[in-house]
């Protein structure tokens, strides 16, 4: 019998590791288990077997100016990943987004001349900013895996080999959750309004909303009283969501797991969240949500100045269909009074609630909703590049 492949897998955030996760159990069942893992990632990565090089929140940061503070013991983490890649000499190294990380530890790899496959999964936004970046990705990658469909055209131009996989949000828990149950366990009334606020994953995300969505909450639990919030969180940032939760004036209880965040999902009648990955597990749930984010004055003037950053919408949802289905409130526009008001007109307008659930749900139709599962279309991928299928 050979040897087990070895993937080294690398993710930097919750998103990731949550894409991660599900890769690994795939290459797990399209091997029949004959294969190993080594790397960087969170909670559902380590459920799959694998023991983190070092903890993943070190990783995850979000912001030009957020990550300056941490840049030496990245820049640090850099060199130890490196190390370790050659040391365990892995079939591949697969990295998970998080470009700005991933993509250091592929040139390190490229600049010290190894020979080891390197594939990336989740490809940058190149359609929508920087578009010099194809050029970049293709130097130091062999292979890269993408979630929409419209992406690999982007990077084969440049000699790139590019498969489109499809988004793993299709195929995750959300939309399967028993709302009835999680009211039943909690002790929520039947016919409570309940808020699910999500306000990130990244501390440097947390650490800008917190306070808004505490202020957004007070001026909601005065117009709606008996509002319960729901509020699903990770182990990244649980510590200071808990925190701040406490103070809030209204009814809010932390829940941790995915399960957990699902049930929530079915049990809540809108969101309130930051914008990222979420955003489609909520459409996938058929839970109306507002979506807000906030980055330094700083940072958000680099991204549009100097960096290019032009969207006409930054929610995928509201992306693919070209139609703010999802209300975006972003910078200065992430007011308590604005996100109030906003949840509000989701909270008693039945038909805002259906029109989003319907344009959520031709924006799902792009991505892949009802065909083949993305997690198991990348692990083949995967194991048909480097010769690993069993």
């Keep these: 019998m050979t040897a087990p492949r070895l993937i080294y897998i690398i993710a930097g955030e919750p998103s990731g590791d949550l894409l991660g996760g599900r890769l690994m159990a795939a290459l797990k069942a399209r091997t029949g288990g004959q294969i190993r893992f080594a790397g960087i990632g969170g909670e559902a990565m380590r459920a799959e077997g694998l023991d983190s090089l070092f903890p993943m929140t070190e990783l995850s940061v979000m912001g030009l100016v957020e990550v300056l503070p941490r840049l030496p013991n990245i820049l640090r983490r850099i060199k130890l990943t490196l190390s370790d890649i050659e040391t365990k000499r892995p079939d591949a190294v697969l990295t998970i987004d998080s ?3 991933t993509g250091r530890i592929h040139g390190g790899l490229k600049k010290r001349g190894s020979t080891i496959p390197r594939i990336h999964y989740v490809a940058p936004m190149v359609w929508a900013w920087k578009s010099g970046r194809t050029k970049t990705l293709a130097r130091v990658l062999d ?3 993408t979630l929409l469909p419209n992406e690999p055209e982007w990077f084969e131009k440049e000699g790139l080999r590019s498969v489109h996989v499809g988004h793993p949000v299709i195929e995750g828990g959300a939309g399967k959750g ?3 149950a999680f009211r039943a366990r909690h002790g929520i009334k039947p016919d409570a309004k309940v808020l699910c606020v999500l306000p990130g994953s990244r501390h440097s995300e947390t650490g800008k909303l917190l306070g808004p969505f505490g202020e957004t909450l007070a001026l909601l639990a005065r117009a709606h009283p008996g509002l319960v919030a729901v509020v699903p969180t990770v182990e990244t940032v649980a510590d200071e969501v808990e925190a701040a939760s406490r103070s809030w004036p209204l009814p809010a209880m932390v829940i941790r797991g995915g399960a957990e965040k699902h049930d929530a999902f079915a049990a809540c009648d809108v969101a309130l969240a930051a914008s990222g990955t979420v955003a489609l597990e909520l459409a996938m749930a058929g839970l109306p949500a507002v979506i807000t984010y906030k980055v330094s004055r700083l940072s958000a003037f680099i991204a549009t100045r100097f960096l290019g ?6 929610t995928l949802v509201n992306i693919l269909v070209d139609a703010p289905v999802m209300p975006e409130l972003l910078q200065d526009q992430c007011r308590p009074d604005r996100l109030a008001a906003a ?3 989701l909270l008693e307008d039945e038909d805002a609630r259906q029109s989003q659930v319907a344009g959520a749900r031709r924006a799902l139709e792009k991505l892949g909703l009802g065909g083949e599962s993305p997690s198991l ?7 048909d590049f480097i010769g690993g299928r069993s």
């Design 99 to 101: 470009w700005g990380f």
């Design 343 to 345: 949840v509000t007109h």
């Design 143 to 145: 292979l890269l895996l």
């Design 377 to 383: 279309r990348a692990a083949d991928t995967v194991l």
């Design 178 to 180: 028993d709302g009835a």
């Design 309 to 314: 950053l032009s969207l006409k919408f930054v």
